[in-house]
């Protein structure tokens, strides 16, 4: 299937040349853009004529008709007939509108399902655009030059067409035949060489390893009915990322790295970094699962019926509610999920992180990783230099009491990277008070065994998880 011819898609991409949000900003205004991101699209209605920008701007960034004739002068040297016929553009009168979407990636343009300034599916294969999951995933891959890379279930290709900036070859699956077109259309439409395979999951890479591996797919738990294609995967609840986590090892090339969105059912009696943990093999892997919200069943289900435009099914919400309760579930996680392939025992730490971190995603990722593959051995870091991280502070919380403030709790904050907070006791923060650098730590704990009366060695065997936890989550580095 394709949406258009390959020749056309080219001069599609000639047609949308100056159609950017550099240029968008430059003609219009950062404040009219801002305003427009944020659904306030009086400025650009204002400013956006009938010349070349102001028409895709007014097709695909407000979502209001043109006049046939300047559309036609606007897409050139791509037809209007071609437009409407491919579904582009929609007549109405002597005027059209936007069949498609068109959304910005950096200076990427990519066409989907998604009209602009609306919200919901049209139809069961629906192609989605750039939305908020396929901006984590984009956020959190990095961007280091790698020799394979594979995009599973690559819908319009936003991350297959990120990958090709940096990975010599990229492979993009999706069962959908409609996603695939459009894969295939914005990686003409942008100049760029894509590997569009149809297939279910891994089923169209069996056999093939990679160095990068992302996956934003269809993981939305238990639909009753039919399902949507680009959400529904077919899969029993949570399947598809224990799927995905099962396939992980001979997935990915030694050293290589998976990342994948996905939802996780909270059940009662089951702490869900358990179920999280249990679906990944017992050697080969390091993991990190980051929760970044749970729903509870019924605001999960509203979400989703919202998304699908199904908000007035009371049947499929009921049916939909009682698949939970069936099975004990109090709760849905949605999260990202980092594998890096290894020798030896697998290796899972599963957290939840509900607030603000410090952009991009990609750098907590490798900062996790690299600290995680770090030696932190006992021996290692009785010899270690440390130092206080950039950016952590020690803040207290005290009361008035009899001979002034007394201080009933102390805790570590950062104010970049992952930004945690860890709450510490007066032997530790006496420890980090002399972690500048320059004394090795087997020196520091000697002086506050002295201090404190106690055997040095026996000192060292109550901080060591202590410090080697500190180093782990960024509050000490290694010098």
């Known amino acids: 299937m394709r949406l258009i011819e390959t020749e056309a898609a080219a001069r599609l991409g000639e047609a949308r040349k100056g159609f950017s949000r550099a240029a968008l900003s430059a003609v219009y205004g950062p404040e009219a853009l801002a305003d427009a991101d944020r659904g306030d699209f009086r400025a650009l209605l204002h400013r956006a004529g009938e010349d070349r920008l102001g028409v895709w701007t007014r097709l695909f960034v407000i979502g209001v008709p043109v006049p046939a004739a300047a559309a036609a002068a606007a897409f050139a040297p791509f037809t209007i007939d071609e437009a409407l016929s491919c579904g582009l553009l929609l007549a109405h009168g002597d005027a059209v509108t936007a069949g498609w979407g068109a959304q910005f990636d950096g200076e990427r343009l990519l066409f989907s399902d998604q009209l602009p300034n609306t919200t919901g599916a049209r139809t069961r294969d629906h192609v989605v655009g750039v939305g908020g999951a396929s901006k984590l995933l984009l956020d959190a891959t990095s961007r280091e030059s790698v020799g394979s890379a594979l995009d599973l279930g690559t819908g319009c290709g936003v991350q297959a067409l990120a990958l090709a900036g940096h990975a010599a070859r990229v492979t993009a699956t999706d069962l959908s035949e409609r996603a695939l077109a459009f894969a295939a259309l914005n990686a003409a439409v942008n100049g760029t060489e894509l590997e569009l395979l149809q297939g279910d999951l891994l089923a169209p890479v069996a056999g093939c390893r990679f160095d990068l591996v992302v996956a934003n797919p269809p993981f939305v738990i238990a639909t009753p009915g039919g399902g949507w294609t680009y959400r529904d995967a077919g899969r029993e609840a949570d399947g ?50 980051v929760e970044r919200e749970v729903l509870d069943p019924l605001d999960y289900v509203r979400t989703w019926q919202r998304d699908s435009g199904e908000s007035d099914d009371a049947d499929q919400a009921a049916a939909w509610l009682d698949w939970f309760d069936a099975r004990g579930a109090e709760g849905v996680g949605f999260g990202l999920v980092g594998v890096r392939r290894i020798e030896g025992p697998t290796e899972v730490v599963c957290e939840s992180v509900r607030h603000a971190v410090e952009t991009p995603w990609a750098d907590r990722v490798r900062d996790w990783f690299a600290l995680r593959a770090a030696d932190l051995g006992p021996e290692t870091l009785w010899t270690a230099k440390l130092r206080v991280a950039d950016g952590v502070a020690l803040q207290q919380s005290a009361a008035p009491g009899p001979e002034g403030w007394d201080v009933d709790r102390q805790w570590l904050q950062q104010s970049n990277g992952m930004r945690y907070a860890e709450e510490v006791d007066p032997l530790v923060v006496a420890f980090m008070g002399a972690c500048d650098g320059t004394a090795e730590v087997r020196l520091q704990v000697q002086l506050l065994a002295d201090t404190y009366g106690a055997e040095a060695a026996m000192l060292y065997a109550q901080l060591y998880p202590v410090i080697r936890r500190l180093v782990e989550r960024g509050f000490l580095a290694l010098d």
């Open 240 to 289: 598809i990322a224990a799927e995905l986590a099962a396939a992980a090892p001979g997935l990915l090339n030694p050293g290589g790295t998976m990342l994948f969105l996905a939802n996780w059912l909270h059940r009662d009696g089951e702490p869900w970094a358990e179920r999280v943990a249990g679906w990944f093999p017992d050697a080969g892997l390091r993991v990190w699962a």
